[in-house]
Nanobody, 126 residues
Framework: QVQLVESGGGLVQAGGSLRLSCAAS????????MGWFRQAPGKEREFVST????????YYADSVKGRFTISRDNFWNTLYLQMNSLKPEDTAVYYC???????????????????WGQGTQVTVSS
């Protein structure tokens, strides 16, 4: 059974930092694109960042560019999101996602991702 399990969320003051992790099990994603999405209360799920299988290519939403950094460790089958200079508008449930196919192009479309974690809450206070 494939599982993606996020961790690292919590409550932080504006300007602070958090590092999210996503541990995959049940299969390896070392050859698959992975990404992060988020959903705030009353809003649709939105793209945050995605990374190629090698880690050599990344893509960010404009709202997080320069503040967030996505990375991965294929040996440990784990995805990360380093979040710095957090703002109250970053408050959301953050989801890890992975593609099942071997397509190499990076996309922020949630429908392209086949596996999803249960989410981890990030709350940024002002």
């Amino acid at each position: 059974q494939v599982q993606l399990v996020e961790s690292g969320g919590g409550l932080v003051q504006a300007g602070g930092s958090l590092r999210l992790s996503c541990a995959a099990s049940g299969r390896t994603f070392s050859r698959n694109t992975m990404g992060w999405f988020r959903q705030a209360p009353g809003k649709e799920r939105e793209f945050v960042s995605t990374i190629s299988w090698s880690g050599g290519s990344t893509y960010y939403a404009d709202s997080v560019k320069g503040r967030f950094t996505i990375s991965r460790d294929n040996f440990w089958n784990t995805l990360y999101l380093q979040m710095n200079s957090l703002k109250p508008e970053d408050t959301a449930v953050y989801y890890c996602a992975a593609r099942a196919d071997d397509q190499t192009y990076l996309t922020g479309s949630w429908s392209a991702y086949d596996y999803w974690g249960q989410g981890t809450q990030v709350t940024v206070s002002s």
